[in-house]
Every structure is written in C-alpha cells, then in structure tokens.
C-alpha cells in the first residue's frame, strides 16, 4: 500500500518542542517533494515547510520561520518537521504531503500525489 504515515504529535506546552516525522510506505520519497501542512479548526489548510527532493531548496511560512526546520533522510525514506518555541496558535492537524514537479505550497496542495492523514499538535498549558 502508498501511503505517507506521520508521527510524533501531541500534546505540549507553549514554547515546548516536537518533532513530527512523515514516513513513506510502499514507494521511494527520494524523488518528491514534500511539504508539512496544517488545518486549524474553522481554517483553511495552509503549507508550513517543504523541501526538494535533492534538500536543494526548501520554502516555510512567514508565521514559522525560525522556529520550524523541515529535513530529510532519504535512506530512511522519512521527512523531518523540528518544532521548537510552539504557540497555541500552532494548534492544528498537520499533514505531509508529496508532490513531483512543484515549487509553490499552492501547487502542492492541488497536486499532492500522496497525502498523510495527518497528525494533531495540541499546544496548551
């Protein structure tokens, strides 16, 4: 079966860290893209890193730069979500994604071939 399998959420407290992991299963990540995503409740799902296939390039939102870190062990065939300094505004199921060919969090969301089934963070006292 091709499915994308994240891990590592939960709960944590405001200004704790994660580390969410999004594991291929079935098919070779080496040549995808793969973007991290999340959808509050009540919002729209919006991208929140994404890296290259060859860890070229890499594209985050405004609202997790340097606190979010996205990477990847194509040996383990696994891509990496580091989330340090969390706010409760990071509450949300959070997604990874794999897409060829693009380059915008837009494009993905349109064109993902694989998706997880996401992962909740809860970020709460």
């Known amino acids: 079966q091709l499915q994308l399998v994240e891990s590592g959420g939960g709960l944590v407290q405001p200004g704790g860290s994660l580390r969410l992991s999004c594991a291929a299963s079935g098919f070779n990540l080496e040549r995808y893209t793969i973007g991290w995503f999340r959808q509050a409740p009540g919002k729209e799902r919006e991208g929140v890193e994404c890296i290259s296939s060859s860890a070229g390039w890499s594209l985050y939102a405004d609202s997790v730069k340097g606190r979010f870190t996205i990477s990847r062990d194509n040996a383990k065939n696994t891509v990496y979500l580091q989330i340090h300094s969390l706010k409760p505004e990071d509450t949300a199921v959070y997604y990874c994604?794999?897409?060829?060919?693009?380059?915008?969090?837009?494009?993905?969301?349109?064109?993902?071939?694989?998706w997880g089934q996401g992962i909740q963070v809860t970020v709460s006292s």
């Open positions: 994604a794999a897409s060829v060919g693009v380059t915008s969090f837009q494009a993905m969301l349109t064109r993902a071939n694989y």
